[in-house]
């Protein structure tokens, strides 16, 4: 998510470097269009509800949600001039081993 020019959080487009370098965290939840809802910056989102596996890096898709595949031209809609943003990997919960958490690492890896 994003702080737009209205102040409120937004999602961001991999396209626009502007809203990449406004990255201000990942939502903890799913948030409704203007509801208000907590965004991590670091540390783990805890008991995640996902198909991806352990060890997967987790990247913004060109939609805005969350991918584990690394964006690469004509991959999921990426095209030239696109920005790559990892955001983190899906690791074994620390209360209970059955459970995924997120640990984040926000990280602009460079533009396609």
């Known amino acids: 998510m994003r702080i737009n020019n ?13 809203q990449i370098l406004a990255i201000a965290g990942i939502a903890q939840d799913s948030i409704p269009n ?10 783990r ?7 991806l596996d352990f060890g997967d890096p987790v990247f913004l898709s ?6 584990n ?3 690469s031209e004509g991959v999921g ?6 920005w790559i943003l990892m955001i983190g990997v899906i690791a074994r919960s620390e209360e209970n081993p059955t459970f995924k958490d997120m640990i984040i690492h ?5 533009q396609l």
């Open 77 to 82: 809609g990426f095209v030239a001039g696109d």
């Open 62 to 67: 060109k939609t805005g949600g969350l991918t």
């Open 6 to 18: 209205l102040g409120d959080p937004d999602f961001v487009d991999p396209s626009i470097e502007d």
């Open 106 to 110: 926000l990280d602009i890896q460079g």
């Open 34 to 43: 203007g509801e208000q809802g907590i965004f991590v910056t670091s540390g």
């Open 45 to 51: 989102i805890k008991n995640l509800t996902t198909s």
């Open 69 to 71: 595949i690394r964006p």
